[in-house]
């Protein structure tokens, strides 16, 4: 349903320091539900693949070197207004700008290592959780 979903995933920087439990239990807390997960490495392949509208951007190659760096925790999340309740959670992509109680605030230490993906429209949540997940793996 649009507006419900919202795909995440737990990046390389996060993963690496152990923080996958703490992210989790702040989604929990959030009121979102799981309702799809899988913990996995991207190729550097997919990481380009997923990451492709940014190709033009300066960060792409930095990025996509980034996500295939290590394992990642990739999610949908339900909840009623999805893309911007989780864009409000997670906070400002700079962790020096988030608020308090965010997830970047708590877990991330740069712009570039910035701990966690959200959705940014509920089409682009729509085209990361197909990227991601078959609907039998959807719960």
Same mark, same amino acid.
């Given at each position: 349903?649009?507006? #419900? =979903?919202?795909? %995440?995933?737990?990046?390389? $920087?996060?993963?690496?320091?152990?923080?996958?439990?703490?992210?989790?239990?702040?989604? #929990?807390?959030?009121?979102?539900?799981?309702?799809?997960?899988?913990?996995?490495?991207? @190729?550097?392949?997919?990481? &380009?693949?997923?990451?492709?509208?940014?190709?033009?951007?300066? !960060?792409?190659?930095?990025? %996509?070197?980034?996500? @295939?760096?290590?394992?990642?925790?990739?999610?949908?999340? /339900?909840?009623?207004?999805?893309?911007?309740?989780?864009?409000? =959670?997670?906070?400002? %992509?700079?962790?020096? /700008?988030? &608020? $308090?109680?965010?997830?970047?605030?708590?877990?991330?230490?740069?712009?570039? /290592? #910035?701990?966690?993906?959200?959705? $940014?429209?509920?089409?682009?949540?729509?085209? /990361?959780? $197909? !990227? !991601?997940? @078959?609907?039998?793996?959807?719960?």
């Amino acid at each position: 349903m649009a507006g #419900n =979903l919202t795909l %995440t995933m737990i990046k390389p $920087d996060a993963v690496k320091k152990n923080a996958i439990g703490g992210i989790l239990k702040m989604m #929990n807390d959030g009121g979102f539900k799981i309702v799809a997960m899988k913990y996995m490495h991207l @190729s550097k392949t997919k990481a &380009e693949a997923f990451y492709a509208v940014h190709k033009e951007r300066p !960060f792409y190659g930095e990025l %996509t070197e980034f996500m @295939s760096s290590g394992p990642i925790v990739a999610a949908i999340l /339900e909840k009623d207004n999805a893309v911007e309740d989780f864009r409000k =959670l997670i906070g400002a %992509t700079n962790p020096a /700008e988030a &608020e $308090d109680g965010t997830i970047r605030k708590v877990y991330a230490t740069s712009i570039g /290592e #910035n701990a966690v993906h959200g959705s $940014d429209s509920d089409e682009n949540a729509q085209i /990361e959780g $197909d !990227f !991601f997940f @078959s609907q039998q793996e959807r719960f």
